[in-house]
């Protein structure tokens, strides 16, 4: 299975909320995609509500299911409570740390700027979007990349919103994963109990 590249507002309207990005169609349309979305829905079973909240989690975050069933038993080995640890865990993705940085301003974007080799992390090239970091960790934008219009153009944007576990310095386009950041300094809306029920069937 591949990555989602469909239409991002047809998932925003499934899950009820931009999960992919803001969208003007979702405040239009606040009901679920297809010729049944006005239409009067079943209640739903516990299952059901389980399986929405982990979807919506691999969509936020861009992750496969093998990807997220891994993360789910690393999470699972660690000390603490498994939903926070998983969510530390996909927080800690070299993606996400871009976009969270400012670098991108999305996560499939800053996958892309992974992937075509423009991010270094403790000086070596690194080209693996999944790249668990480290508390210490310093992910910078390699010398030749920092002109980039997406870069300079998303951080000139997101200049102001920075999240407690990072530290950003402009002058050297690099920033620090300093800890692993806790439950609630981490905005996502996921109830991440209900994965956790789930994969303890």
Known sequence: ????????TKISRKFGEPILGNSKA???KNYP???HGKGRRRKQSEYAIQLMEKQKAKYIYGVLEKQFANL???ASRKQGIKGEN???LLEA???N???????APSRRSARQLVSHKHITVNGELVNIPSYSLKPGDVVAVRERSKSLE???????????????WLEWDNTAFAGKFVTMPSRDDIPENIKEQLIVELYSK
């Open 1 to 8: 299975m591949a990555r989602y590249t469909g239409p991002k």
């Open 26 to 28: 979702l405040q239009k």
């Open 33 to 35: 995609p297809g010729q």
């Open 72 to 74: 789910y038993e690393k």
């Open 86 to 88: 998983l969510l530390q």
């Open 93 to 95: 993705r070299l993606d």
């Open 97 to 103: 740390t871009i976009y969270r940085l400012g670098i």
């Open 150 to 164: 997406l870069i300079t153009s998303s951080l000139s944007a997101k200049g102001a919103k920075r999240h407690p």
